[in-house]
């Protein structure tokens, strides 16, 4: 993954995301996910490869908190793009290339 690429996270059913909402509004009520929906974040880098650490922030506001999720404790992870429009697709087919021509 490259900085400000955009990813979604499934977790388990019950544990709470990665961005909670409720520590930015006045009504504190706590979000948990559904085990069903992803949880678009933008990755912003790599902290640790060791203990498969990363950086995210949420992608439509402002988060004051450094939000490290780990690797492991995640079920699922896909890569998003949008096109010029804005709509958003996964991106399935991803192949590195190292030799330009």
């Not at 990813?7 to 069903?36: F, L, W």
């Not at 060791?50 to 690797?71: A, F, R, S, W």
Request: proline content about 3%; charged content about 30%; some cysteine.
């Amino acid at each position: 993954m490259h900085r400000d690429e955009l990813i979604g996270i499934k977790r388990k059913e019950g544990q709470p995301y990665y961005y909670d909402s409720s520590t930015e509004n006045k009504d504190g009520m706590a979000c948990y996910h559904d085990g069903v929906s992803l949880e678009l974040l933008k990755f912003t880098a790599t902290n640790n490869d060791t203990t498969g650490t990363i950086e995210v922030k949420p992608i439509y506001t402002y988060c004051k908190k450094q939000l490290m999720p780990t690797v492991a404790s995640s079920l699922m992870i896909k890569k998003y793009a949008t096109d010029v429009l804005g709509n958003l697709y996964e991106v399935k087919d991803n192949k590195l290339k190292l030799e330009f021509k």
